[in-house]
């Protein structure tokens, strides 16, 4: 299994940005496309961006096309979602994972809330 840390979440006002880390421990990272879901209250969780093993392919929801930009550092182990133009609606945990997501990889994500 691989374990997933993300960090990077905060409290910030509609319009503005945050960057989101995720830091990969296991042998299959570089192998693998990433993606970055989220999960609001009392909603199924979704995959909002995803990113292909070398780095490429970038899939983006199209609730976050044009805001957000997903990239990766095989190098470190390490997935980041650059988030501008913050919604309210961006609120949710978000959470790292591959692509099709590993049930036993979810890590304990970090909270993104975005005040109006």
């Known amino acids: 299994q691989v374990q997933l840390v993300e960090s990077g979440g905060g409290l910030v006002q509609a319009g503005g940005s945050l960057r989101l880390s995720c830091a990969a421990s296991?042998?299959?990272?570089?192998?693998?496309?990433m993606g970055w879901y989220r999960q609001a209250p009392g909603k199924q969780r979704e995959l909002v961006s995803a990113?292909?093993?070398?780095?490429?392919?970038?899939h983006y929801a199209d609730s976050v096309k044009g805001r957000f930009t997903i990239t990766r550092d095989n190098a470190k182990n390490t997935v980041y979602l650059e988030m501008n133009s913050l919604k309210p609606e961006d609120t949710a945990v978000y959470y790292c994972?591959?692509?099709?997501?590993?049930?036993?990889?979810w890590g304990k994500g970090t909270l993104v809330t975005v005040s109006s």
């Open positions: 994972n591959s692509v099709p997501y590993d049930m036993d990889s």
């Open positions: 296991g042998s299959i990272f570089s192998s693998n496309s």
């Open positions: 990113i292909a093993s070398g780095g490429g392919s970038p």
